[in-house]
């Protein structure tokens, strides 16, 4: 089953010059260019608790420090806790002498086993909440901080807005986002501060005194050579780092942690503006208003089988060819020339390029450090001359027990088959000296029906997408004369 492992072995090369699987790219049909996550627009749609499905607004979700109130973690394993109930006697309220059964509740994990009785958490009397939070003596310190950040951000605010005309706009999330400034703005005592600076004048500024670093650290605890470990006794570093807070040392110390919210994102082309992928509002739907994933609008290029290849041996491959759309298709496969995407690939290298959309609201994922696009062949491709016809997607062909006559005059050296919207095309690759894995390019031009109406265009339009295949690993030949 040689398609399971492959998503990563046939890649489409992004207009911002990044390969990447079929599955991982978006086509905008406004400017007719794929798009992938490094080159969209990300923007927070909904915050919502992926265990209750509360949905939230941003400041309160922000209030929450992006967890949810109601729902829990296992601070063990991180699967979600869920509330049982049990019986207890407990004395009557109005009569100690006699005995009532009482309903309470306590939190479990149905993966490890782990309950809040097993550190000693008191029952709930109720099935939801109730749970006391864990005080965190850094508490005060860590607030001072918070204020303290937040009058550096004011005060870089106003720098910002001294130089606007001469300062060249390069992140999407402005600093007022990152320390949730906005809620501040309406407090008078806000005066910008130059940082650590002691301030006098009696304005609540923040005092910060810098932490000086020490060589000195505390020993380790007298008994640490003398008694054995119990592993299990122990929190893993997992389980530590999951309450940076707290950071237990003792699974007896762990404690469930409210559950992270999610978010649901909208993305938007960055150079039309338009929307590519937008899920529904509601948090308990699965489902999109628009999206324009690739696979959609592109046609999907798959490899058949598993061949052997052997270093300087023309080999058939085998790949089919799949039209997702509604409308019959031409198809050409075109030589990969990799020196005609240079220009793509300097601009994938170059991260400033920010595109045209610049509203705060838009939150643009971090840069992620863009590995090199490696565009070299390292296998010679000998591609089908001419075009060929893809039929259109038809979701009752599947249900057909006869291949339709094909209508469709195919060279059988170059079709191997063909199967509703399917053909399966025959290529001819020799790996090139020296190489340990065959990558092959060519480009796939392709007609696409444009669905979207809009007067001055043609509905029609052919488009060319760069394919790299990852072929296989190559073997040495063996017999050379
Ligand atoms: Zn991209
Ligand atoms: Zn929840
Ligand atoms: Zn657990
Ligand atoms: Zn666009």
Known sequence: ???????????LLCSCGILKPITAI???????????????SHEVDTLFCPNCLENMPSTEARLKKNRCANCFDCPS?????????????APYPEDPSKW????????????????SRDVGLKDQTVATGG????????????????????????QEKGDRERKRFSHRKSSYLSLSDKYSLPSLLGRKSLTPLSPFAPKGDGSQGSEMTPLEATS??????????SEEVVLSSVANMEQRMSSPEWQPENTSDLYPLHKHILVKRSLR??????????????????????????????????????????????????????????????????????????????????????GSLSTSSLVRVVDIPVEKTDLTPTADVALPQGQLVLAARDDTAEYDDQDSISSYK??????????????????????????????VGFVLRYDYTNTVATATESRTVTLNIPIMVDVGSVTEHCDEE
């Not at 089953?1 to 890649?11: E, K, S, T, W, Y």
């Not at 303290?148 to 004011?154: I, N």
């Not at 399966?424 to 340990?436: D, F, H, I, Y």
């Open 1 to 11: 089953m040689a398609h399971l492992f492959q998503v990563d072995r046939v890649r």
């Open 216 to 225: 000195e650290v505390d020993g380790l605890p007298d008994n640490i050579f």
């Open 269 to 354: 082309c960055r150079h039309c503006e338009h929307n590519l992928s937008k899920p529904e509002y509601n948090p308990s739907s699965i489902k999109f208003k628009i999206q324009l994933g690739a696979f959609y609008h592109v046609p999907e290029v798959r490899m058949v089988h598993k061949v052997d290849l052997k270093s300087g041996v023309e080999t058939n491959v085998q790949i089919s060819l799949c039209n997702p759309t509604p409308h019959d298709m031409t198809v050409a496969l075109l030589p990969f020339v990799p020196e005609a995407y240079a220009a793509v690939l300097q601009k994938a290298e170059d991260p400033a390029d920010g």
């Open 26 to 40: 978006y086509f905008c049909r406004h400017c007719l260019k794929l798009r992938c996550g490094n080159c969209v």
């Open 77 to 89: 394993c991180s699967h979600t806790l869920s509330t049982r109930a049990t019986s207890i006697q």
């Open 410 to 439: 195919d060279d059988p050296h170059v079709v191997a088959w063909r199967r509703a919207n399917k053909v399966g095309v025959n290529l001819l690759v020799t790996p090139k000296p020296e190489a340990k894995q065959a990558n």
């Open 131 to 154: 749970w006391a939070e864990q005080d965190n003596e850094h508490y005060k310190y860590l607030q001072s901080l918070l204020e303290h950040y937040r009058s550096v951000a004011q």
């Open 100 to 115: 009532v059964t009482r309903k309470v509740y306590y939190l479990a994990c149905t993966s490890c086993r782990w309950t």
